[in-house]
Nanobody, 126 residues
């Protein structure tokens, strides 16, 4: 059974940093892409970043490019999202997700992901 267990998040002042982690288990994820999405109250879930284990390709939403960094630890099956220079508009519930049918087009679409983490709150105060 696939499990994605998230950790990290919390409350931080604007300009601060946080790191989210997503530990994946229950399958070999080498052919998967791993993504981070977020959802703010009253808004739709939106793509944040994605990463492929094979080739280590990375993708970012324009709103986080240059501030967030996605990376992975192959040995531990953990994906990280390092978030720097946080802004109040980054406040949201953040989810990690795994996509078994990677393509450069599917990484941006939440419906393409098969498995989801439990979500973790990130709150950035001004």
């Amino acid at each position: 059974q696939v499990q994605l267990v998230q950790s990290g998040g919390g409350l931080v002042q604007a300009g601060g940093s946080l790191r989210l982690s997503c530990a994946a288990s229950g399958r070999t994820f080498s052919s998967y892409s791993m993504g981070w999405f977020r959802q703010a109250p009253g808004k739709e879930r939106e793509f944040v970043s994605a990463f492929t284990w094979s080739g280590s390709r990375t993708y970012y939403a324009d709103s986080v490019k240059g501030r967030f960094t996605i990376s992975g630890d192959n040995a531990k099956n953990i994906v990280y999202l390092q978030m720097n220079s946080l802004k109040p508009e980054d406040t949201a519930l953040y989810y990690c997700a795994a996509n078994s049918k990677y393509s450069p087009y599917s990484v941006y679409r939440s419906l393409a992901y098969d498995y989801w983490g439990q979500g973790t709150q990130v709150t950035v105060s001004s």
